[in-house]
Every structure is written in C-alpha cells, then in structure tokens.
C-alpha cells in the first residue's frame, strides 16, 4: 500500500489479556521500528528490526512485550497478561536503507487496558 | 544516552504571530534532526529535517537551521495559521538508526 497500515485501530482488553498489533510496512521498506506513546508524551522505542532480523528490542519495558517480522514484511506487537499501565498507543514506523528521509508512521493502534 | 528536549506546551498564539519552539539536544557522533508534526485525530507526520551542521530544514513556511555549536535545532515560522495548530516534536536519529523524540509541544492558534 501506500502508507504504513496499523490494525486494529483502537483495542479494549481486559487486564491479563494477550493482545496483538498488526504492522504492515511501505512496501520494500526493510527497516521497522515500534515505539509506544503515552498520553500528552513523546513516542518511545520500543524495539527494531532491518528485514526479518530484530537487530535492537533494548525499548521493550518487559518480558511481556514481544515482537517479530517472520518473512521481512509485516510485523505483530504481542502483548501478554496486560496491565494498565500498558495503555497507550502504539506507533509503528517504517523506512528504506539509511533512514535519512525520515520515517513514515503508521496511525498506531490505540490499546487500551481496563 | 541521546536525548533531545525541547520547551513544553501549550503555546497559545493569535493568527498570523511569529512562531519558536526550542530544541537542544545531546548526541555523540553527527546525528540527523528532525521535526514532526501530529496534527488532532492524525498520526506522526514529517514536517522537516537537516542531516548536517548549518543546514536548514524548511516545510510548509517552517524552518530550523542544524547548529552544532549550540546543539539546537529551533522550528520558527514567520505567521501561523490556525490550520497550524498541532502537536509537535523535535527528534534526532543517531548512528544506531534509532530515532529519539522530545516529548512534544502542543501550539494552539486562535484566529
């Protein structure tokens, strides 16, 4: 497609539940990052991958969050057991070699927790 | 580790004012710089970006001019609409690829 596509847009889980985000990239883009943004914050990392490879999950805030990118494509953020303080929006970025042109986001999925 | 930090919101400024959201940042290497824009209901949008020292970005009558002397990057626009009225972020891209963004500005402009 044209732009990076996120679904679901808007998620409600209860707390302990697994989610998952769904990413699909600009097509041949071969980098992708996911970054979570708080209400009223900056995004911030999460974790990275150059094709299928997660080169840098150094943003992950715990051994709940987990990511991957089996074919170097589409990519899904699993959350498990959910706690409230996950709530948030979760952006998803890509961009060609380089990156110098910026990446482009995706309208995020807006996950929350209750 | 980078960071960037920039001055914090709300700005509130009547049409056709003068506009400057500040940004410093800390970085080892050259890093690349950027603004981005999140306009109400909208995802992250580039507004402009320098890729090194003295450069200028410019978009949309926005500028911000790359100074590695005083490690700044300050987004100015000449008159602002209220179509300007939007969050925005300054960030930076290290050596690693990984961006690193502000925590943002929200501007408000009243007509």
């Known amino acids: 497609g044209a732009g990076v596509s996120q679904s679901p847009r808007y998620k409600v889980a209860k707390r302990g539940q697994d989610v998952a985000l769904r990413c699909d990239p600009i097509?041949?883009?071969?980098?992708l990052f996911w970054y979570q943004q708080a209400l009223g914050q900056g995004p911030e990392f999460l974790t990275y991958?150059?094709?299928?490879?997660?080169?840098?999950k150094s943003g992950l805030p715990s051994d709940r969050f987990f990511a991957e990118r089996p074919e170097g494509s589409v990519s899904t953020l699993k959350i498990q057991r959910t706690q409230q303080e996950d709530s948030a929006v979760y952006l998803c970025?890509?961009?060609?070699?380089?990156?110098?042109?910026?990446?482009?986001f995706g309208s995020g999925t807006r996950l929350t927790v209750v | 580790g980078d960071s960037v930090t920039q001055m914090e919101g709300p700005v509130t400024l009547s049409e056709e004012a003068f506009l400057t959201i500040n940004c410093t940042y800390t970085?080892?290497?050259?890093?690349?710089l950027f603004w981005y824009v999140q306009y109400p209901g909208e995802g992250l949008q580039l507004l402009l970006k320098a890729t090194k020292a003295d450069d200028k970005g410019s978009n949309k009558g926005f500028e911000a001019t790359y100074r590695k002397e005083t490690t700044s990057f300050h987004l100015e626009k000449g008159s602002v609409q209220v179509s300007d009225s939007a969050v925005y972020f300054c960030?930076?891209?290290?050596?690693?690829?990984?961006?690193?963004f502000g925590k943002g500005t929200r501007l408000h402009i009243l007509p």
């Open positions: 991958f150059q094709n299928e490879a997660q080169l840098d």
């Open positions: 960030a930076l891209m290290g050596e690693d690829d990984k961006i690193i």
């Open positions: 097509s041949g883009h071969v980098s």
């Open positions: 970025a890509s961009s060609p070699p380089g990156g110098l042109s910026g990446y482009t």
């Open positions: 970085a080892t290497g050259y890093p690349s």
